[in-house]
């Protein structure tokens, strides 16, 4: 197993294979480098723009200068890349954390980024720093709702559906969008 991960100091379980990265394209380049795979899990959008230029140095105020226009472009779609890649894993699970219309972004976002699963969840109701969250899966099956819980154990659940959808037959001989 392998995480792709951001640079940060959580801890990882043994037997994990860590690869950091600094940029939204290098964790791009380093997702697809893993290609083939199994499953992929794309727990959280890197972010969703970058700067178009970065300078390679302090910006100084001048007196002539009174405003600083910055210009963003998107960053790589990395879970609509590996949903769409040449050795797309079995599964494709993503995430959406919005603070509207919840469950028809969410089917929105499945079908856009053509992967075969959305966690979803709703962000602007205290999800970011709190040990709980409630979500919703969307597949192609529909919409699952589940509890409030502890983020580990949506976690668990998670891992559990994975578990249960490749324990049918029908999952391993084809995928399951």
Known sequence: MTLITGTNALPVAPGIRVIHTTTASAMHEAVLDQL???IFV????????RMNHVANQKIKKH???????????????ILHAVATHKHRPALVVGFAAETENLGEHA?????AKQCDWIVANDVSQGTFGH?????????????QAWPRMLKAQVAEMLVERIATHFARPQAKKKHVS
């Open 36 to 38: 083939p795979a199994d």
């Open 107 to 111: 089917q929105a976002k499945r079908t």
């Open 131 to 143: 040990e709980e969250n409630e979500v919703m899966l969307v597949t192609e099956e529909g919409v």
């Open 42 to 49: 794309g727990a959280a959008a890197v972010a969703d723009w």
């Open 63 to 77: 007196g002539t200068i009174t405003k600083l226009t910055l210009e963003l472009v998107p960053t790589a779609d």
